[in-house]
Nanobody, 123 residues
Framework: QVHLVESGGALAQAGGSLRLSCAAS????????VGWFRQAPGKEREFVAA????????SYAESVKDLFTVSRDNAKMAVYLQMNSLKPEDTAVYYC????????????????WGQGTQVTVSS
């Protein structure tokens, strides 16, 4: 069992930056790949980014590539999402999720989910 808690969501202006954190507890965190997803009102949950167990491989949605950066610190049992050049369309609830397999953009592949943190970007 892995328990995930996101934090760092806030109201930001377009062009600004935010850093989201995902704190984990429970089983060996380094055994899990971690993904970030987001869900805007009235829309389906979508993949944002993911990072492999040791942090050596990352994957991004095209819409955030070169703007967002995912990283992890296994000693601190945490994963981060640095979001730069924010746009109003980045407004959503952001979730982190863990899966025992490898990096994937498929939400159904993830076993554990956090409760989400709200990011709102004003124009």
């Amino acid at each position: 069992q892995v328990h995930l808690v996101e934090s760092g969501g806030a109201l930001a202006q377009a062009g600004g930056s935010l850093r989201l954190s995902c704190a984990a507890s429970g089983r060996t965190f380094s055994d899990y790949a971690v993904g970030w997803f987001r869900q805007a009102p009235g829309k389906e949950r979508e993949f944002v980014a993911a990072i492999s167990r040791n942090g050596g491989y990352t994957s991004y949605a095209e819409s955030v590539k070169d703007l967002f950066t995912v990283s992890r610190d296994n000693a601190k049992m945490a994963v981060y999402l640095q979001m730069n050049s924010l746009k109003p369309e980045d407004t959503a609830v952001y979730y982190c999720a863990a899966n025992f397999l490898e990096v994937t953009s498929l939400p159904e592949s993830y076993d554990y989910w956090g409760q989400g943190t709200q990011v709102t970007v004003s124009s």
